[in-house]
């Protein structure tokens, strides 16, 4: 007597290893999805507002007269930052300006910004600065010029500076809140007589 074979006995390793494969499949395809979903949601879409003396709005073009506005502001603040300080602050608001220059300009500054500090801790120096005029050169090249005071030992020093910037986009975030950067700085000063 021959013995009986089960066909399904024959066929069903291999219609276990398709169903298998095709779950696999469904289950990777759905995650897909999810993940798309899920990221499409989460984008952070981050709207400007305006406020101005008629009301608020949304701005919608990159050539909104409050952009430009917003860029002076950002300016003078970075220069405000950048030139008022002393032996307890200089850290705080100099390390502050530099959250908004690129990694190169941070490099080249940075052992200049650690000798300054050392020296405002020997003498005591407070140097308060105030922007006079900020002029935009050429596309994206703005000079800011500044009056600046240092006070030490009984002394008081005035001295006229020029800060000459390139600022470029950025992305807006929560240490960047004005989406710019200098990607360029150089800085010139004369005593006052």
């Not at 073009?61 to 950002?74: A, G, I, W, Y």
């Not at 407070?126 to 922007?131: H, L, M, S, Y």
Request: zero cysteines.
């Amino acid at each position: 007597m021959k013995k009986d074979r089960d066909i399904t006995k024959v066929f069903n390793p291999h219609l276990q290893y398709n169903f298998v494969i095709w779950l696999l499949i469904g289950v990777l395809l759905v995650y897909a999805a999810i993940a798309t979903v899920t990221i499409i949601r989460n984008k952070p879409d981050i709207r400007i507002i305006a406020i101005e003396p008629t009301g608020t709005r949304l701005v919608s073009s990159d050539t909104d007269p409050v952009l430009e506005m917003e860029r002076l502001k950002f300016l003078r603040l970075f220069a405000h930052l950048y030139n008022n300080y002393d032996a307890q602050t200089f850290e705080e608001s100099v390390l502050k300006a530099f959250d908004w220059v690129t990694d190169e300009i941070w490099k080249s500054k940075e052992a200049e910004v650690k000798v300054t500090l050392e020296n405002l801790q020997k003498t005591g120096t407070i140097q308060t600065a105030k922007v006079t005029r900020i002029a935009e050169n050429a596309e994206n090249q703005f000079e800011i010029e500044i009056l600046a005071t240092q006070y030490f030992r009984a002394k008081q020093v005035t001295k006229k500076g020029v800060l000459t910037l390139v600022v470029e986009d950025a992305v807006r975030s929560s240490t960047n809140p004005w989406g710019l950067v200098i990607s360029s700085l150089s800085e010139r000063w004369q005593d006052v007589d």
